[in-house]
Nanobody, 129 residues
Framework: QVQLVESGGGLVQPGGSLRLSCAASGFTTPYWTIGWFRQAPGKEREGVSCIGSADGSTYYTNSGKGRFFTSRDNAENTVYLQMNNLKPEDTAVYYC??????????????????????WGQGTQVTVSS
């Protein structure tokens, strides 16, 4: 019953910005963590960021290079990934994922794909001139 729907992807020129949205529904607990992942052509999936529920704590991997920021709008059950100064190497399918595992916390684990049980369909981000 849990559903995650990503939106906001598209084609952008290098140096541009995009904001991805992850709309969540169907959770039976308010304590859910959202991670962002991406998979580029020919490469394995990698974690980008995650954000916790209670305090909104965040964790960023090196992939965003200080350019990406994630936030939550709890009233709308929506999580965002703001991507600035996009580069061609950012081209990938971006996924949001959720976990309610009680031992998992974003600040300590980071976005580890194996800890996430619910996944969206992904949204394509293409950075090209």
């Amino acid at each position: 019953q849990v559903q995650l729907v990503e939106s906001g992807g598209g084609l952008v020129q290098p140096g541009g910005s995009l904001r991805l949205s992850c709309a969540a529904s169907g959770f039976t607990t308010p304590y859910w963590t959202i991670g962002w992942f991406r998979q580029a052509p020919g490469k394995e999936r990698e974690g980008v960021s995650c954000i916790g529920s209670a305090d909104g704590s965040t964790y960023y991997t090196n992939s965003g290079k200080g350019r990406f920021f994630t936030s939550r709008d709890n009233a709308e059950n929506t999580v965002y990934l703001q991507m600035n100064n996009l580069k061609p190497e950012d081209t990938a399918v971006y996924y949001c994922a959720a976990t309610t595992r009680d031992y998992y916390y974003c600040s300590g684990y980071g976005p580890q794909a194996g800890e996430y049980d619910y996944w969206g369909q992904g949204t394509q981000v293409t950075v090209s001139s």
